[in-house]
């Protein structure tokens, strides 16, 4: 008997229909003689109908009022959830997150979880129950509402899991796990049976759109074990846990790729100290989050200093930078928005040597000019021209060993 | 400076557009110095689709998890109008029934309010604010959402304005107060500028679909003064408050018709104590309300006994009787769903008498056959076949003078 936070997607609730059938998958876990916590979104399309209303109420919606509108999609499909499961026979109770209650901090539409008492819970498990938590939502210490930013109820799950000491967070999608690739771009595309946290974040941050980044730095942090895996099939799908011996086998894990990134570069600055804060001080200021950051080594002491930021905030963040290039002293400013960033992730990189110029050489192979590189422990990124973003993560996984072969490591 | 709850019903609030027309309102009525309680219902057609979603979810869906569900809409609606009048660069906050709290008992889809705690939201108007509260909703001591069945938004209004000790209720809806009659039956149907609590609970009762009779109860009970109004238009509405001696000047101050009932006879039941009780009993266990009860002189130590129940409730009905029929002794059962109830309502009735004789004259001159009559203080209702209602309103409207002209007492 083991205690499940099972969390079901938009795509998974979208209409009565697929409701009962995620009613079915609840009842089967439970009559099996689990403990079921259920998590759940809203109808897919359901919150950004929502967040359409709120744009339209107001030029800057985001505000407690913003977390009261749309937060109205979780209750309705938890509340429908509990009703079928009812009517199977089955003792069944929706939460609210200020009924469980899930305590956030007050930073309306992006709250984070602060701490959450799992007491009323448990008793519903204990009286034989089966507990239905809305997603994406909790309550501030005021009692007000708040939510967790889009994708948030993959948070709510893990983070309930890690607060009840689930044994297992399942996270039922419309994907039947966390692939080697992006299956539409690369047919070959393999499913992982096991992918450590650290290259889930990695993957996650990346782009792979499987899993809430937040809610795998909750699952690394109070190590509960995540499952990803479909809604609409039985197929094994990807276990997200601790790094094991078996794991660090396998060099590169996954290719990931991300066209939502634009890219900015100041040409001729003097390179002396200070110039770097100067210029990033105020992007930061202005709520910009800069991703990768590249400066070379200098000549005649001036150097190239580029960096990417996402596409939304690119016109802002090109601005700001022109407003202070004459106090840093830049020669120009240019700005290119047709870049996507392709990745290689594997927890084994940390002990092979060879896999970053190995990656480089299959591109250059191509013709593909690498624009930027930046690496972690655990991934190497490449900006390249974004025409070649599909050619490129085919390429690289295919010279990876990533397809449907075993994957053995003289591969690399 | 007066304290004034506004309520607006689901058309008033139907679309974005709508909702910015009502924050219009509302800040007129805040600008001219008066503090202001807004209560809202959900869009209309919300709560609708949200009950066929229930239906969906269960056979019998009325239960925690069912006011889980339908609550949603009212909480979408005044976290918007609180965006669009922050908007505006007034001070607003929009509270749920658990936030401010209204206390209801636990039964669920048709809960009655216990409580209210106004100190919330006197706290909000005293800092220069706006509320913005959810009609129809409460929550109940264990801290589950309860819903106060359908129109109680009217209620949530009435309710919150006697806590709150306001000077004035308004209830917004897309009619411009309490006519005279159904102004589509009869077109010389007049607005009446004020209607007392008895007069509109008679009206309400009997099918004008302006005020849920809960509220009007409610505010009579409080003493609350009521404003009926048009959110569309500036019109002067119909004030529902205390009886006053111009009232009962008026004798007749409005027709109303119903054609949701249906009439049971039961046939020849022998007339002795207790048959009436074996009756009725089992029809209230099972939770159907029985409107007119008819019982006729008794011949040959047998008697007629007639009863309305709503046509929902008709074929339950009909049933029960026919299984206790053997039991009580009645020699038949006989069925009839094509009535309309046309009644008089005025509490001028009282101290004028041929009003009734009046009715029937008027109604038989036009060869409409009386099936039931039933009085009340200050109402007269006549049960007759559905065919006739249009003709019997206008003809009873127009023989008591309700038309546009002046009224005057020698209309009688």
Redesign the interface.
Known sequence: MALIVQKYGGTSVGN?ER??NVAKRVAAAHNAGNNIVVVLSAMSGETNK?VG??N????F?I???????I??GE??T???L???L??MGLK???F?G??VPIITDSQFGSARIESIDGTRLLEELNSGGIAVVAGFQGVDPN?N?TTLGRGGSDTTAVALAAALKADLCEIYTDVEGVYTTDPNICQDARKLDKVSYDEMLEMASLGAKVLQTRSVEFAKKYEVPVMVRSSFNDAQGTLVCKEDTEMEKVVVSGITYNKGEAKISVLRVPDRPGIAAKLFRPLTEAGINVDMIVQNISHDAHTDLTFTVTNTDFKRAFKIVQDISGEIGAKDIVGDTNIAKISIVGAGMRSHAGVASKMFDVLSGEGINIQMISTSEIKISCVVDVKYTELAVRVLHEAFGLGKQEVTEEMV
């Not at 339209?56 to 030029?59: R, V």
């Not at 505000?63 to 509108?69: A, G, H, L, P, W």
């Open positions: 009565m409701i009962k929502l209303f709120t339209e109420a107001s030029e919606p505000s407690r009022e913003y977390d009261m509108v937060s109205t209750q309705v938890i509340g429908l509990a009703l079928v009812r009517e069944a109770k929706s609210l200020s009924q009692g509402i």
